[in-house]
């Protein structure tokens, strides 16, 4: 499993969690909500190299650039402007190290995709993390080589859901985004579930082998896959084993079988 980060405020923590696990690794870069830290820095090319000294020395862990992109829904954290400029400034550690981006992307799209095809050359691939565009968005980014990750939040509406369903197989990823974007009872996905239900307990009730009242979990990646799967038309099995391939192939392509 990939654990993905925000800022260098909780690479360190995302660190000592992943090194303490043999499946767990990370990505390293900066959301486009905290993007105003690079400027609240000594300086952007101090922060600039604090990620990349993340990076060089946790090759073994850290798989992805990331999360990093643009989100035109929340500019009360972080303008327009800020967001761009340092979207396409993290570009170039992704030039310099190799790595698959982790992207963010909500609102955006006539920007990100000039950002992106202005950089392309600097680019080894990545997914379009949490989608939820339309078909025709989820083209664009088929047509520009990106994987495109699915989780609760990419299946809330019917046209989620055909938008989902319009992604061949070799091209998607599942995720949970856990502790958010889970599947609720309100979302269109949601009449597509069966048994996959845990007991759910408030915070401070919670004991073992219980999840936590409204909050998305680990585990509550199997909702996603059967949601996938039906809306498919695809037996669950064969969809995860696709998508686990599709994840080696981008995230770790020297164990891709």
């Excluded at 990823?173 to 069966?194: F, V």
Aim: net charge negative.
């Amino acid at each position: 499993a990939v654990v993905s980060t925000q800022s260098t405020g909780d690479i360190d923590e995302a660190l000592t969690l992943v090194k303490g696990e043999p499946r767990l690794y990370t990505t390293v870069g900066v959301h486009p909500t905290r993007c105003g830290e690079f400027d609240a820095a000594p300086s952007p090319t101090e922060y600039m190299d604090n990620l990349r000294g993340y990076i060089k020395d946790n090759r073994d862990k850290v798989v992805a650039l990331g999360e990093l992109g643009l989100d035109y829904d929340r500019t009360k954290f972080c303008d327009v402007d800020t967001q761009k400029k340092y979207f396409t400034l993290q570009l170039d550690l992704a030039e310099e190290f190799k790595l698959p981006l982790f992207l963010h992307s909500r609102n955006c799209a006539d920007d990100f995709i000039k950002i992106i095809s202005e950089n392309r050359s600097k680019i080894s691939g990545g997914v379009i993390h949490s989608f939820t565009g339309s078909a025709e968005e989820a083209k664009q980014y088929l047509d520009m080589g990106f994987f495109i990750g699915i989780n609760g939040c990419s299946l809330k509406t019917e046209e989620n859901l055909l938008a989902m369903a319009s992604i061949p197989t070799g091209r998607l990823m599942i995720e949970t985004d856990a502790p958010w974007c889970g599947i609720r009872n309100t979302h269109a996905g949601s009449k597509h579930l069966s048994s996959s239900s845990w007991e759910s307990k408030k915070k401070e009730k919670w004991v073992e082998g219980c999840i936590v009242k409204d909050r998305c979990e680990p585990c509550q990646i199997t909702q996603v896959l059967e949601v996938m799967a039906a809306v498919r038309g695809e037996d669950p099995v064969d969809l995860a084993e696709t998508m686990y391939q599709n994840t080696l192939k981008l995230f770790f392509p020297g164990e891709n079988s």
